[in-house]
Each structure stands twice: as structure tokens, then as C-alpha cells.
């Protein structure tokens, strides 16, 4: 900057906010996130680093999903008549977690730390892809149904409170149970189905507060079509609860599919919600299996939670208490 522009921003008359670079402005905002979202802060830390576990999970696990340890035999003994001491080595089955299986292995003798780090993308992508399709779908069905209003609102509202009247696990196991058998593309498809009548509601609600505003209105008097003004004018001003929608949808989509795991009309292969079911049979004697599984499942679920929470706080001005 000149003297004199210095001079004008020491004397007040100019903001030396608005003389900073775009990248300038988002890092001192990411800086104040940090500093006032600490909550927000982790979850965001924890997000990333989970995404970045889903991504390069097949390139960095020791073992294949499916391969099955054994160990010793302390029984031992081919003079023996018993049936457990007639092989050399054992099945590996719920060991402890040591140096060669961090996490312990699991009631077939697979690696545990193998099978829990490939669910992680597997949630992933449950997850993220069934927030994404039911944010675009349910912001889509939103825009058009408070925008236009009149018949077309009346309908178009009736089927959603139909939708959303319908048991949300009854509908899920319904459309699961359509395929024999249930694969990524099916789990989305359903959770899909679920998650977009609820955003069309949120997006609905904010449509009508910006509707019948200033610049829709200049909008209108030039010449501009609904579709324009829905696209290039509504949807940009109501962007922050539609992000809020997306990134709060993905815990529950992770956690309905681990909830279809558990009851074993999941997708095959590892899976959180199939592991805390196997090994709540052994959850007196050996936890670990349905700790470390539900663990990464709380702790994925926790993270996307709280950076939605926080998400919400600072982009809807309503919430940021100021």
C-alpha cells in the first residue's frame, strides 16, 4: 500500500479488511474458526484424517480382508488321542493385539486392523455419497416447491410429509431387501431415498425467506426466468444451510449403514456394524473385536457431528451471536 492509503486506514476512513487478498481473508477466517470452534476444530482434523485413512486404506493394510493366521499349538502332541492336539498349529481366533496384529484377529483369524481399516471406506462411501445425492436431490425438490409455491408447493409438500411419515428403518430395510443381494450401489440408493425428503424440508424453509427479497426481485424486473433466478440468484443465498445438511447427513448415513451391517443385510465384506455383531458373542471374553469397531465407528460418526455443528454456528448468522 501507498503513504497515503496507509494514512487513510490508520485515520479509519478506509477497512484494511477490504484491502486484503481473497486468500488473505480466508485464512484469517479459518484462524478464527480455529480459535473459536475448538470443537468444530477437531472434528474437522478428525474428518480429514479419516477421509485420508478411506483413500489410501488398500494401500497401506498389511494384509488381504481375507486371509486367515494361525499360531502354535501349545496342545500339541501326535501321540494324543484329542482332537485339539493332533495339528501343529491352531487357528489364530480373537487373539491380543500384538506387534504382527495391532488390533488382535477376529473369530475366523483374519487381522482385525486389516478388516477395520478397508470399512473405513466403505462408510465413506456410503456415507458421503448418500449426503451428497440427498442434499442435490432434496435442494433441488426444495428450491423448486417454496420458489414457485402455489399448486405446485401444495403438491410437492404432500408427497414429502408422506415420505417422512413412513418409518425411516422400516423404509431402509424395504429397499434393501428388494435385491437378494445388497451392494454399494443399493445402500446408497436407499439412504438416498431416505435423507432427501428430510432436506428438501430445510431447504424449502429457507427458500421462502429470501424469495420475495431485493434482489430477486431486480431479478425478476429484468427479465430473468425462474430457473435463472433460482440458480444464479436463490441457491448462492442459501448455500450455508445446504452445506450444514450435507456435512450432518454423512454421520447418519455411516451409522444406518453399520446399522444394516449389524443386521446382516449389509454389503459383503468389512463392514464396522458386522463386526460389533460378531463379537458382541464374545464380548465378555474377548471386547476388543466390538470396542475397536465401535470405537471407529463413534469416533467417525462424533467427527462429522461436530463439524456440522460448527459449520452451522458460522455460516448461518443467526448463530453466530453476533
Known amino acids: 500500500m501507498t503513504q497515503a492509503t496507509d494514512d487513510l486506514v490508520a485515520a479509519g476512513w478506509v477497512d484494511y479488511s477490504a484491502l486484503e487478498s481473497p486468500w488473505r481473508k480466508r485464512a484469517r477466517g479459518f484462524l478464527r474458526f480455529v480459535r473459536t470452534k475448538r470443537a468444530g476444530t477437531f472434528g474437522l482434523f478428525m474428518c480429514i484424517f479419516i477421509i485420508v485413512i478411506g483413500i489410501i486404506g488398500p494401500w497401506i493394510v498389511p494384509y488381504d480382508k481375507d486371509d486367515v493366521f494361525y499360531v502354535d499349538n501349545p496342545k500339541y502332541d501326535p501321540e494324543s488321542f ?3 492336539a493332533l495339528n501343529p498349529t491352531r487357528l489364530a481366533r480373537l487373539e491380543a493385539p500384538t506387534w504382527r496384529h495391532p488390533f488382535g484377529t477376529d473369530d475366523k483369524g483374519r487381522d482385525l486392523f486389516t478388516r477395520v481399516i478397508l470399512a473405513t471406506r466403505l462408510s465413506l462411501q456410503v456415507g458421503i455419497g448418500a449426503a451428497f445425492l440427498a442434499t442435490v436431490f432434496g435442494a433441488i425438490i426444495g428450491i423448486v416447491s417454496g420458489y414457485l409455491g402455489g399448486l405446485v408447493d401444495l403438491i410437492v409438500q404432500r408427497v414429502v410429509d408422506a415420505m417422512i411419515a413412513i418409518p425411516s428403518l422400516v423404509l431402509l430395510l424395504l429397499l434393501v431387501q428388494i435385491v437378494k443381494d445388497p451392494n454399494v450401489t443399493i445402500t446408497i440408493f436407499a439412504l438416498t431415498v431416505l435423507g432427501t425428503f428430510g432436506a428438501s424440508r430445510v431447504v424449502r424453509s429457507a427458500i421462502l425467506a429470501v424469495r420475495n427479497d431485493v434482489y430477486i426481485e431486480a431479478a425478476r424486473v429484468a427479465g430473468a426466468g425462474p430457473v435463472r433466478i433460482m440458480a444464479r440468484h436463490a441457491l448462492p443465498n442459501i448455500a450455508a444451510p445446504i452445506i450444514v445438511i450435507f456435512s450432518v447427513a454423512i454421520g447418519g448415513n455411516i451409522l444406518a449403514e453399520s446399522g444394516l451391517a449389524f443386521l446382516n443385510l449389509g454389503v459383503t465384506g468389512p463392514s464396522w ?26 469416533l467417525t460418526v462424533l467427527s462429522f457431528n461436530l463439524l456440522g455443528d460448527a459449520l452451522r454456528d458460522v455460516l448461518d448468522p443467526r448463530q453466530r451471536g453476533r
Open 82 to 84: 484329542e482332537p485339539d
Open 273 to 298: 456394524g458386522n463386526m460389533v455383531n460378531t463379537g458382541r458373542t464374545f464380548l465378555d471374553s474377548k471386547p476388543a473385536m466390538s470396542l475397536i469397531a465401535g470405537g471407529a465407528l463413534t
